[in-house]
């Protein structure tokens, strides 16, 4: 589409060379005029028209293509052929095919392995939304269907770009079927897996379904979304859920398939039994892959994990010896965990640096503080750097269990090492006087240790952090004359139920003040008898009270002292160390939680 403008030259002869604000006035004048008398929808026609004519010439069409998309934007869609055409653009945009029933009353947008039936009204209202994958009746989809009728265009064209974003997979329509097929088998052994008996540990049936179930909590896929597992969820995110009515707050991931360069062996059956049968461990016994219950294709199952999840590397190595060898490349790119975690949080300032390592102030209840100090050093040993890792790639349902405990095990050393973070730089750049200064160090790759004053500011002492896995933490406090077994346990079991450094460093300030013994002047025997007397029933005495304290053989929550405050104190911090689960808070227990 060419205009012709004074002197009979074309506009794109005007734009090749230099072009007068006067040419330019006269040109959008001519252009005006001539379609002032026409409508909008003629205007629309004739730029499809110059569009499909583009195209056919193999020529560069995007600048009409842009054309008529903002065209079609503009356009109040308030008859059928209007929503006809926005429905059409967006198929075109988003790679899919679209056509219309004999009737002219549906839509179709078709891919490979998925369809979407959009029933249309005269006026251009929509009556029904349907999804279908390949060789399923469909279904309708409420959350699709109440886009279109709210004309909210653009995010049903992400809808759809998420819908075919699951299914990216390499091959001709058979193969591209059959890999299909495959993930539909592995879903129905996942929900076999996910329904065997197994004992509760958790209070919240919520909680203990997402943190000690074998598949976690499992969702089948509904409106054209996979299958999604939620694997792990921190005492904060429980406490967000129940304030917030959110369904789900954990870590996620998606059920899908992927690409691969190498073919393997993929299941074309279910390969547990009805009824299942079990092994001394509870898990079901699987039919062995053979030629007769599987195929071998250019694909892998996937566990799309949302968000992605920093990882150490030799998280990452365990992962490709459950699934024998089949594991993503290797990262190119590794860093120190806590610098991972610090850019890949939501809540953390994105200027804040690692060059030498990270200080953080983090606030907590009563108008106390605490600086925890990463040293940049010592972080960057082999065995604590990590990767972020977006999807894990498997071919058996039988991976699944022990991948979810890797990945809920290195989820649970994130939020130990996130409760440390905290976006209150400015308190750090003051030069605050914190209640407690401590020094975050690695140890193993599973175990780490926290330095830290005592009250007198003249010993130190450390608190040993060993994550066995995520139901299973070993705390080791170590201070100048002074060992308590029983105050290890006490500060184990606060770790595991708050999941915060910051929280737990508060509880053991509180138990230690005042029962930490230094060496003194010699003295005479009999006041020295009468001192070592003193301090050895102080200490039976707090023991006593620590008795008192225990939880019934069995319990989850602990009982504490009359003069322990337990209203509810606001949050003010903004890291996950507040948080704790909902039943605790419910019954205000325990007290070193608040």
């Not at 001539?34 to 069409?61: H, I, P």
């Not at 392995?113 to 989809?141: C, K, M, Q």
């Not at 819908?163 to 495959?182: E, N, P, Q």
């Not at 990452?316 to 590794?334: L, N, R, S």
């Amino acid at each position: 589409m060419e205009a012709k403008s004074e002197g009979g030259k074309t506009e794109s002869h005007i734009r090749a060379g230099p072009v007068s604000m006067k040419k330019t006035k006269t040109l959008m004048s001519d252009l005006k005029s001539k379609y002032a008398d026409k409508s909008w929808n003629e205007t629309f026609q004739l730029v499809r028209r110059c569009m499909e004519k583009t195209k056919g010439e193999g020529r560069v069409c995007e600048p009409i293509a842009q054309c008529l998309q903002k065209i079609n934007e503009a356009l109040n869609v308030c008859s059928l052929t209007a929503m006809v055409s926005r429905l059409e653009m967006i198929a075109k945009q988003r790679g899919l095919g679209s056509h219309m029933s004999p009737t002219e009353t549906v839509c179709y947008l078709t891919a490979d392995l998925f369809y979407i039936e959009v029933v249309l009204l005269r006026g251009g209202r929509v009556e029904d939304v349907r999804v279908a994958h390949h060789g399923e009746a469909p279904v309708s989809s409420p959350s699709l269907l109440q886009l279109l009728r709210m004309k909210k265009f653009q995010e049903f064209s992400l809808k759809l770009d998420d819908l075919a974003s699951f299914y990216i997979i390499s091959g001709d329509s058979d193969v591209k079927i059959k890999i299909y097929s495959c993930l539909r088998h592995l879903e129905t052994d996942l929900f076999k897996i996910s329904h065997l008996p197994r004992s509760l540990r958790e209070s919240d049936l919520h909680v203990d379904l997402i943190m000690n179930g074998r598949i976690g909590n499992v969702q089948p896929g509904k409106e054209g979304t996979p299958m999604t597992v939620e694997y792990y969820i921190s005492p904060s995110d429980v406490l967000s859920r129940s304030s917030t009515g959110e369904v789900s707050v954990g870590q996620v991931a998606l059920v899908t398939a992927g690409s691969s360069s190498a073919s393997h062996r993929l299941q074309r059956e279910s390969l547990i039994s009805s009824p299942p049968q079990v092994d001394s461990f509870g898990f079901p016994v699987f039919q062995p892959l053979t030629e007769s219950c599987s195929e071998s294709l250019p694909a892998t199952f996937l566990l799309k994990l949302q968000p992605p999840l920093p990882m150490l590397i030799p998280f990452i190595d365990k992962m490709g010896k459950i699934t024998d060898g089949v594991i993503a490349e290797k990262p190119q790119q590794v860093e120190p965990l806590p610098h991972l975690l610090m850019k890949t949080s939501a809540t953390l300032n994105a200027k804040i640096s690692w060059t030498h390592g990270a200080q953080f102030t983090v606030p907590l209840p009563d108008s106390e503080y605490h600086s925890y100090v990463f040293p940049g050093a010592v972080w960057g040993r082999e065995s604590w750097k990590g990767a972020l890792v977006h999807t894990v790639p498997f071919t058996h349902p039988g991976h699944v269990p022990a991948l979810l405990d890797l990945l809920r095990h290195q989820s649970a050393i994130n939020v130990l090492l996130a409760s440390c973070f905290s976006d209150h730089s400015q308190l750090t750049d003051a030069g605050l006087l914190c209640d407690l200064r401590c020094e975050v160090l690695p140890e193993s790759d599973h175990c780490l240790s926290v330095t830290f004053s005592l009250d007198d500011h003249i010993h130190l002492a450390v608190l040993q952090v060993t994550v066995v896995d995520s139901h299973q933490m070993s705390c080791r406090l170590l201070m100048p004359d002074f060992v308590d077994h029983k105050l290890d346990d006490y500060i184990s079991r606060v770790l595991m139920r708050c999941m915060s450094i910051p929280i737990t460093m508060r509880a053991i300030r509180r138990k230690v003040a005042g029962r930490t013994t230094r060496p003194e002047p010699a003295a005479d025997p009999e006041s020295s008898a009468a001192m070592e007397s003193d301090v050895i029933s102080g200490v039976s005495h707090d023991a006593a009270e620590d008795e008192s304290e225990a939880s019934p053989a069995g319990s989850c929550v602990m009982s504490v002292s009359d003069h322990v405050n337990t209203d509810a104190v606001a949050d003010r911090s903004p890291c996950a160390s507040l948080g704790v689960y909902s039943h605790w808070v419910t019954s205000g227990l325990p007290a070193e939680l608040l």
